[in-house]
């Protein structure tokens, strides 16, 4: 079965810098898309960056000019990098891929989150 660990979580004061791992394992072909999601306390969980297998990226608002994901195919590992922490991103991080199972076919797993706490 196909598992993903993430890892990178932590506390951090704002303004400071995370960078978050998503190592994929198991039965995969190859992975399409990786996105890294995040839920906070009380709220729903939020797209915050996800990239194709192509390298396009996509952004929600609030992640725009400080977060930059990443991926290396060749590893089944992407990355979140994230600066100019505030408060606000205090939250679970869950990484997500859509993969190319060997049967030919493609699904989706998630991990079981990490924790992010800003704060001073």
């Known amino acids: 079965q196909v598992q993903l660990v993430e890892s990178g979580g932590g506390l951090v004061q704002p303004g400071g810098s995370l960078r978050l791992s998503c190592a994929a394992s198991?039965?995969?072909?190859?992975?399409?898309?990786m996105g890294w999601y995040r839920q906070a306390p009380g709220k729903q969980r939020e797209l915050v960056a996800n990239?194709?297998?192509?390298?396009?990226?996509n952004y929600a608002d609030s992640a725009k000019g400080r977060f930059t994901i990443s991926r290396d195919n060749a590893k089944n590992t992407g990355y979140l990098q994230m600066n100019s922490l505030k408060p606000e991103d205090t939250a679970v991080y869950y990484c997500?891929?859509?993969?190319?199972?060997?049967?030919?076919?493609?699904?989706?797993?998630w991990g079981q989150g990490t924790l992010v706490t800003v704060s001073s």
């Open positions: 997500n891929i859509d993969y190319m199972h060997f049967g030919f076919r493609y699904l989706e797993v």
């Open positions: 198991g039965s995969i072909f190859s992975i399409r898309t």
């Open positions: 990239i194709t297998g192509g390298g396009s990226t």
